[in-house]
């Protein structure tokens, strides 16, 4: 009777496991939104959480069984760089530069890498990051904890000398060291130190955890520092695009005077946006009081109203990146179409696990092809058409 008791219970639990396997090998989205994430959560802190999934990726075995969906309609080209999707994972996730193989065979079409500062550095004490489900949201105050230039140099160098026919895009995020004085050395540096291994390369003048640097997205501050990072980027043989990240938390003159300073400048993109400071009244995790940056659902409006308002002020002349709070197809598309080029998503990849890249992208096909487009390009500011200003006539007697 207990050895049919034990063979029982083996059977089920060995049945369990199975099931558990195959899911997850398979890539199955409700499994992974439903199960496997929630579970892993509950078990782990979200940074040691967050090490882990770096650590798997780093490796880049994804099954060869892990569904994996592309289609013509989502590829398309920008600042001469082939995409074969506009999905991609925003700084933040692969801080020092190690899991870029594994996050193209999941399927995102492009990878930001960093924020990389000049010098190694830890970035504030943990915990210094904080889960808030309720909100499907996150906050966060890593402050650029960074692996330095030296070792992230060698890291894409050794990812661009060894995976040459791969078509992922790398963009790379830089940020300044907490102790630095000379705030636009930092960024000339890591232009010099790592823009020949970038295909764009990110000025982040908006995380909101090393203090001050929030200042720099003031007109003359910028203004200085976008002009040394595009002299230092000029002496590179490949000349990588030159965006710039903002945050969410601008007032209309701040807006103005950024838009102004990109456009004079000719800058080659804008990411919007970083996370918020602010903390909307509808949150209701008991983590909402956490000090840090908050990305995730809360943002999803925030960032897709800057991203049309920045359409708007730059005449639709530079592309932008939206980020923030997208977690399904239609979020991407509604961003795409309000002058968002490219979309990124850090926090619904976080909660839902990497199944959710390839439903992004089915849907967001999907909801173009049922528009009628052929190709995601075509739906860039669909719904936000640049306002033409009146001029009036002058009429001489």
């Known amino acids: 009777m207990q050895s049919k008791l034990v063979q029982t219970v083996a059977l089920v639990v060995g049945g369990g496991l199975g099931f558990a396997a195959y899911e997850t090998l398979t890539g199955h989205e409700?499994?992974?939104?439903?199960?496997?994430?929630?579970?892993?959560?509950?078990?782990?802190?979200?940074?040691?959480?967050?090490?882990l999934g770096i650590k798997l990726l780093s490796y880049g075995t994804i099954p060869p069984c892990f569904f994996q969906f592309e289609d013509p309609i989502l590829k398309s080209?920008?600042?001469g760089r082939e995409f074969s999707n506009p999905i991609g994972i925003?700084?933040?996730?692969?801080?020092?530069?190690?899991?870029?193989?594994?996050?193209?065979?999941?399927?995102?079409?492009?990878?930001?890498?960093?924020?990389?500062?000049?010098?190694?550095?830890?970035?504030?004490?943990?915990?210094?990051?904080?889960?808030?489900?309720?909100?499907?949201?996150?906050?966060?105050?890593?402050?650029?904890?960074?692996?330095?230039?030296?070792v992230a140099e060698q890291r894409l160098?050794?990812?661009?000398?060894?995976?040459?026919?791969?078509?992922?895009?790398v963009g790379v995020n830089l940020g300044k060291n907490k102790a630095s004085e000379r705030l636009n050395d930092d960024y000339v540096a890591g232009v010099r130190n790592l823009g020949a291994y970038a295909d764009y390369i990110v000025i982040n003048v908006s995380s909101p955890n090393t203090p001050g640097l929030r200042n720099l997205q003031g007109k003359d501050h910028l203004s200085a520092?976008?002009?040394?990072?595009?002299?230092?980027?000029?002496?590179?043989?490949?000349?990588?695009?030159?965006?710039?990240?903002?945050?969410?938390?601008?007032?209309?003159?701040?807006?103005?005077?950024?838009?102004?300073?990109?456009t004079e400048l000719e800058i080659d993109g804008l990411i919007v946006s970083n996370t918020t400071i602010s903390r909307s009244p509808s949150l209701t995790d008991p983590n909402k009081t956490e000090t840090g940056g908050l990305s995730g659902l809360p943002v999803k409006e925030m960032s897709t109203d800057l991203i049309k308002?920045?359409?708007?002020?730059?005449?639709?002349s530079i592309p932008i990146i939206g980020v923030g709070g997208v977690e399904n197809g239609a979020d991407a598309y509604d961003k795409i179409k309000n002058?968002?080029?490219?979309?990124q998503i850090y926090t619904s990849f976080t909660y839902n696990g990497p199944p959710i890249?390839?439903?992004?992208?089915?849907?967001?096909?999907?909801?173009?092809?049922?528009?009628?487009?052929?190709?995601?390009?075509?739906?860039?500011?669909?719904?936000?058409?640049?306002?033409?200003?009146?001029?009036?006539?002058?009429?001489?007697?």
């Open 30 to 51: 409700k499994f992974y939104k439903k199960v496997l994430m929630p579970t892993t959560q509950k078990l782990l802190s979200g940074e040691t959480a967050h090490r």
């Open 77 to 79: 080209k920008l600042w």
């Open 90 to 150: 925003a700084a933040g996730f692969d801080k020092h530069a190690e899991a870029m193989l594994g996050l193209s065979k999941i399927g995102f079409g492009f990878v930001e890498v960093g924020s990389i500062t000049p010098l190694p550095q830890d970035g504030n004490p943990l915990p210094r990051v904080f889960r808030l489900p309720e909100d499907k949201a996150i906050i966060n105050r890593y402050g650029f904890n960074s692996c330095g230039h030296e």
């Open 157 to 169: 160098k050794s990812y661009q000398e060894n995976h040459p026919a791969e078509s992922l895009v």
């Open 225 to 262: 520092l976008c002009k040394a990072v595009l002299e230092e980027r000029n002496k590179l043989p490949t000349l990588p695009p030159v965006l710039v990240k903002v945050a969410p938390d601008l007032n209309e003159e701040d807006k103005k005077d950024i838009a102004k300073v990109l």
């Open 309 to 316: 308002d920045f359409y708007q002020l730059t005449k639709g």
């Open 339 to 343: 002058g968002a080029s490219l979309i």
């Open 357 to 397: 890249v390839n439903a992004i992208k089915k849907e967001l096909a999907e909801l173009l092809k049922s528009d009628g487009f052929e190709n995601v390009s075509d739906a860039i500011g669909i719904d936000n058409p640049i306002e033409k200003v009146e001029v009036a006539q002058i009429t001489i007697t």
